[in-house]
T-cell receptor, first 116, second 118 residues
Framework: AQSVTQPDIHITVSEGASLELRCNYS??????LFWYVQSPGQGLQLLLK??????LVQGIKGFEAEFKRSQSSFNLRKPSVHWSDAAEYFC??????????????FGQGTILTVHP | EAGVTQFPSHSVIEKGQTVTLRCDPI?????LYWYRRVMGKEIKFLLH????????ESGMPNNRFLAERTGGTYSTLKVQPAELEDSGVYFC????????????????FGPGTRLTVT
């Protein structure tokens, strides 16, 4: 069965600093990978996704992620964090490709705190 | 277009009572998913509808949980009788189906229903 690990439960950065949130997955086939963000009182919002092709994917709000098959990783990055980025971030993998679309398996989430 | 909506946003019930959660997916989305996050744990899949049919209910914890999607529109998730361990946030998500490229089949999530069983 596939699994997703986010090693960091809580990360604190200063506003303007760079950010990297780690995500490792375990999946037999080529994974479909996602990063979601949940701000307080809001639903999960998709930041970016990787299905195939270019391993560096750009998302919304200035985020990017790099798929590294050799390391089974899909780390999320942002060069300069804004106070509004404080939220909880989830990495997820989809267990189906082709013509179907299956359930998402999530990591434990990483809470990001941004100091002024 | 309107997003995924869930009702209620918060429910507090006593152990042994019944609660029904509702999810309205984005119009035209045939896929509907339920997920749950128990405090301190990861978000876990419960089940998946394609239109009114249950495609995958492998994540349903036990027979106290009953999900329906009559007419292939909104869905309800009933917990009867509720137990303390059912407390958590229940998310609903929807996505398109059919001849769309995988790149377009992303899941859109609702804000969740926070269920507290006391």
């Amino acid at each position: 069965a596939q699994s997703v690990t986010q090693p960091d439960i809580h990360i604190t950065v200063s506003e303007g600093a760079s950010l990297e949130l780690r995500c490792n997955y375990s999946y037999g086939a080529t994974p479909y990978l996602f990063w979601y963000v949940q701000s307080p009182g809001q639903g999960l919002q998709l930041l970016l996704k990787y299905f195939s092709g270019d391993t560096l994917v750009q998302g919304i709000k200035g985020f990017e992620a790099e798929f590294k098959r050799s390391q089974s990783s899909f780390n999320l990055r942002k060069p300069s964090v804004h106070w509004s980025d404080a939220a909880e971030y989830f990495c997820a993998v989809n267990d189906a490709g082709g013509t179907s679309y299956g359930k998402l398996t999530f990591g434990q989430g990483t809470i990001l705190t941004v100091h002024p | 277009e309107a997003g995924v909506t869930q009702f209620p946003s918060h429910s507090v019930i006593e152990k042994g009572q019944t609660v029904t959660l509702r999810c309205d997916p984005i119009s035209g989305h045939d896929n509907l998913y339920w997920y749950r996050r128990v405090m301190g744990k990861e978000i876990k899949f419960l089940l998946h509808f394609v239109k009114e049919s249950k495609q995958d209910e492998s994540g349903m914890p036990n027979n106290r949980f009953l999900a329906e999607r009559t007419g292939g529109t909104y869905s309800t998730l009933k917990v009867q009788p509720a137990e303390l361990e059912d407390s958590g946030v229940y998310f609903c998500a929807s996505s398109r189906q059919g001849r769309v490229p995988p790149r377009l089949r992303e899941q859109y999530f609702g804000p969740g229903t926070r269920l507290t069983v006391t």
